[in-house]
């Protein structure tokens, strides 16, 4: 027992030490040790949603299936339709309920990604003596986040995507949208003028999983 109360507070401090790390505003310290948080983050996933203000935006996920032959494009939103079956299927919409959990949490990972990798290449471009509207990067971190977990989840779920809408998966190539829908102000709750939506990631068209 004597032996087990140090090793119970060490790693109880060292918890609470990489917690805050990761979680306060990115600074030069912490852009430093991104691939640790990505390890940190990949076995001890919190989520701090509870602290923050609702959010002001809806997400969309469009899967673009391209035509290996006839370059011709077909695409699909899904998260929309299965928050519309939740509500649908209440209470009895387990299925539905982790399915939007597995998309939204990868998509949340993409965009917090995104976020860090910016950060991160801003600070650098700065180092560097670069502008800060150099966008040699983006290309970097769209292949790095195309690598990611996250991406990878939404990818595997193409092809359930594609099997619902009876495209051949060996045929055709797929290409990931992800997008915020701006929700109205509390007063245009009652406009009828068309929801601003702004793409936040696209990926490369990329094989099916299958």
Do not use: C
Request: charged fraction near 25%; proline fraction near 4%.
């Amino acid at each position: 027992m004597n032996i087990l109360r140090p090793i119970i507070y060490l790693a109880f401090i060292s918890y609470f030490a990489a917690t805050f790390l990761f979680t306060m505003p990115d600074n030069y310290v912490s852009l430093q040790f991104y691939h640790q948080q990505q390890v940190f983050q990949q076995w001890l996933f919190q989520r701090w949603g509870f602290f923050a203000p609702p959010p002001n935006y809806d997400e969309r996920l469009y899967y673009e299936f391209r035509d290996k032959l006839t370059r011709q494009t077909k695409t699909f939103e899904v998260m929309e339709p299965i928050v519309t079956l939740k509500q649908q299927k209440a209470p009895f919409n387990w299925h539905e309920d982790i399915v939007d959990y597995l998309l939204s949490g990868s998509m949340t990972g993409i965009g917090d990604d995104l976020h860090d990798m910016r950060q991160d290449l801003i600070y650098r471009n700065k180092q560097a003596g670069k502008s800060a509207t150099d966008t040699s990067g983006e290309h970097i971190l769209r292949e790095t986040i195309q690598h990611g977990i996250s991406f990878q989840t939404l990818r595997n779920y193409a092809a359930i995507v594609a099997q619902k809408n009876r495209l051949d998966t060996a045929r055709h190539e797929v290409r990931l949208i992800l997008s915020h829908v701006m929700l109205p102000k509390f007063a245009d709750r009652f406009s009828t003028k068309p929801r601003r939506e702004e793409a936040y990631f696209i990926s490369d068209y990329v094989t099916l999983n299958r």
